[in-house]
């Protein structure tokens, strides 16, 4: 039983129809079979670049690993930066220097991967050493023969091979790049084989009318075998090699046709003679007949198809042969196969019936009407689908490039681009084509009028272009994964409107992501309460002040976003038509900063107010706060209304008690805990108070009486939520009359730290990235990141020279009262051990609030007795100073004053603190102050360090201490012995089902990352699962693995990983059976527990290395992340309902429902690695470069 989360993809261009249960189209790139045909293998398309930014291709300098290091240098460089783990086949991303991105997604793979490494696509074929050929560099694992028995073609993908055999030996063939022609293979015949990077086809050509009548023509037998694959008969004439753990398509073909060569006055009468003027390329014709596809006057006609028993039977139309008009040379028969998510096709008015996937394996096709010589070839509009990925994004450009290769003449004749209401497939026709026939329901993008043609059609040599943005953007909008965009002349009446355009389009995106949209629990009226609109606005006394916490997801751990806010007021003045509006924009903070606007004082009395705000980054602006269906807020300001009472409250409003105004002073302290009950008193500004109504958060309001008319009333309340609470309290007089409520917000523990720095910023960040949100570091020249520290060469720390520029200091103070509790807990390494030096303190008047360092081989903590210098020091000391790195936590306890030090594992050591003192500068990191400089300068390094308002217990020490990642395990996947595969390092080794399941030194086509990977067929003896609990369900974890399916999991769940609980799997990572991928946890561990599950909008890859999932857990928040191929949930992650008391195996391949393993995966693992800690995308994108890297 399922309860899903999932990301609507209503309208999304990925769905395809599947026209039978035999003729099911892969959603992501199959292996395409012809037959007598092309074979091709498609996955997510790449393309070049735009002008601001490098062309696509192979483009190596500059580059950066992850997206945060590429920002960073494109900002410095002044120049396009390539982030290196965005790379792909079919997709390039390069940072801006306004710190956006363009990313380039191709309709044609652009490279490969061989060896660890990039490498440009290429079909040249190239003769091996076993006698056969194969292109240079192809997506698809095919060998074609080199002549003799050997079979025509051989199609391999994880070990599901299609055979296809000529009958008879076959001569030797001619090559020339692309194709082998075998001559003569009967009298007057020639048999062609053209090689794509993602396919194959083939080809006889009938040179003479003669050849028409050869026996052998009249029933073609031809062998077509599969090995691990289902072979089938389509109900429309095709061939289907289906996957038999999933009934999906891993190869597949539809119905072959034949042409002739067309007549031969056709050329002038379509423009041929200009052509010919505005390219001296001497190119084949591009309207004529070939091999590669019928010409504009070819007569076209389907050839018959039977599949029986490995024989595949071909008859020809015998009324085209024995027809005198039919020209020759004649072709018969490619069968052209579709695959996913990026793709093209032409549809033609005088063939409406007829289907043109991938332009049936030209690489040009026409728009636009077709002369009468064109027999019965009329109109033609083209469609490309595009994968757009963009969840989350703000498209700022999208431009649709595609390569011109011929016109009719230099007059510039208009194209239109249109959003197609629907997707294609292989079944795409005239007669059906999204749209309709009319494109009434398609929507028009852009017109342009090119001229200038390129005589071919490569990677890199896009001509034209069209902008494309209202399409992407309405595919963020709704959720789509891909459009369909198409393509036709705007004048279809007109022959000399004609235009060919090739199949090498990409559609080029810059993007940003905004700030998000305010959360309105989080918009507050100061007096007034939360947002509320409408009945519901206040009636205030007081002229309010507006506040809101804004927040940018471009924010992260080695990444400071600054993010400002713009308020808006509306209103009407009485007597005026005319609406007054009052926009205000505030400076820049960190993301998750709170901002606040006074509203003038000088805004009319009884009248409507309404407001909103929305934030900016500097490149784009965020939604409103009432975009779509949320409302503006409102309030109506009367001077004359009843009086907002002052609200008081010694345990969590502190810093009120000496104020009797309405604006409730908040507390910048965490105070208090959960179930600890406070007093709050209420006092009323007016003598005729004679109730109250107050409101804790969103719970029930409740009223209180005074025992006399205008004195104060006081209650008790215990919190019941963490962190920030809300208190609205209104007075209501005598006539029943109620005031604005007074807006008081505490903070209430189990509280996060104040301020956390993991110290993982990118090499050259000038400010320390505070996660919390409100107090990133300056960044002293003697301070180095992206160095080093003993858990992996990407597990980022900061290195303190020990020179006086060695520290990192905040704007303000981090504490706001060193005389409170508080803590700070971090990863600490020493250098130097003998040498005195302090790691945290924050500054006072004389002596810092508190210093925290080593001195004489020791740990100390240690707070003045005042702040005056040299007048005395309490301090607790802890021994074991080492150079590895340990984690330290200091703590001091104020309502008893005590303070304690903690060193690694070792004991806790405490003191006394019975003078207190307070601090209120700014918070130090590698120095402390003394005599009126800085003295003790750091020489070591820092990670990960927290400073809390509060005191900490154990289990926030050890959670804080488990988010850090240390591997447990990583299993390249390699070798094998014994059914066990060795791990790097320390690592256990992982169990195989089998011994056969690892493949070894495998193809560079279908290798993924190192020399072997894990091969699983879907069956339930194959799997492989971990010799040990490797993840300690109390703290938080990271698991990752590269992973490539052999067919969709279209209808059939397959789960890539999980792991064990004692009774179910308590998480599984899965293709869903919508085709997607999808995270899953358990709500409890009982047998027939039911799985929460939350899916992805990522279809899962069938080519090259697959996808990389990475599983995140954050035991701190109990909240459970998916990232696949760097994009991430965590915008809206999922809470695991329950903590299991146990985690056993990891378990690759299978999950568990019961003691029932189920959702066996039909694909290839590899690169599987453990962690304990959470993982940012900084370190995510570490692990997802393509490569092998033991010291990670």
Known sequence: MIRRKSHSSAGEDLRVARRTRKRGRLFTLGLIVGLAGLLSATAYVAAPAPATAPAAALEESPVRDTEAEALLAAKALNQPVEVLAERSEYRDVFAQPDGTLIANEHNQAVRVLRNDGWVPADATLVAQPDGTYRPTAALLDMRLSAGGTTPLMVAERDSRVMTLTWPGPLPTPTVNGDKLVYPEVFRDVDLVAIATVEGFSHVLVLKTPEAANLPELQNLRLGVTGEGLTIEETEDGGIVALDPATGNPVMEADAPTMWDSGSQEGGEAIGLRERARTSTSGVEDPNGASARGPGETSRVAPVGLAYSRGTLRLTPDAVMLAD????????????????????????????????????????????????????SSKVKRLFYRLATPYAGKTILEATFRVTLQHVYNTTARAAALYLMPGPIATSTNWSNQPGGSSWSSATHLDTNSPTRVQSSCTATNQNTEWNAKAAVQQAVARGWSSITLGLKSVNEGDSTHTKRFCDNAVLSVRYNRAPLIPNQSELLLSPGGVCAYGSAAPLTSEVPRLDATLRDPDHSSSHTEQVRAEFRVTYTPKGSSTPTVLQVMTGFKASGSRFSYAVPKTIPQNVTISWDVRGGDGVSWGPWSSDGSRNVCQFVYDATSPKVPDVDSPEYLPDDSTDRTPECIDSADWLGSLGVQGSFTFTPADTDVVEYEYTFNDEPSVRVKPTTAGTPVTVRWAPRKEGANN?????????KRASAPATCTFRVGKRPPVAQWPMADAAGEPRANDVRGSHDATVGSGVSFATTNNFGEWDRAAIFDGTSNAYMVTDTSVLANTSQSFAITGWFRVDDVNRRQVAVSQDGTGEPGFSLGVDQGKWFFRMPTSDVINLGEWKVTAGGVTTSWTFVT?????????????????????????????????????RQRHSGGYSDFWKGGMADVSVFDRPIVTEDSTGLQKQLLVRKAYWQLNEETAGQSPGVGNSPSLTLSQQSLLVRTPTPIGRMVGTGYVRLKGQSDHYAQSTSALIDPTGSFTLTARVRLTSSSQN?????????????????VRANSQGKWELAATTDDTAGAVFVAQSTDQTPRTVGVGDHLALVYDGYTRQLTLWVDGVSTELEPLTVPFRPTSMSSIQLGRSFQGATAGEHLSGNIDEVRVYNGVADKVKIDKLRLIGEAPAI
């Open 324 to 375: 005198p008009k039919t020209t020759y040379p004649v072709y018969v028969d490619p069968v052209w196969q579709g695959s996913t998510n990026s793709a093209w096709a032409m549809v033609d008015s005088g063939y409406p019936s007829e289907e043109y996937w991938k332009f049936d394996g030209k690489r040009h096709e026409r728009i636009g009407l077709c002369p009468n010589s064109c027999n």
């Open 890 to 926: 200091a703590i001091f306890d104020g309502p008893n004053r005590k303070i304690s030090l903690q060193v690694g594992d070792n004991p806790v050591v405490e003191g006394e603190r019975r003078s207190l003192t307070r601090a209120r500068g700014a918070l130090q990191l590698g």
């Open 1052 to 1068: 059939h769940a397959m789960t890539a990983f999980s792991i064990k609980g004692p009774n179910n799997s308590a998480v599984i």
């Open 727 to 735: 208190l609205f309290v209104k007075a209501i007089d005598a006539a």
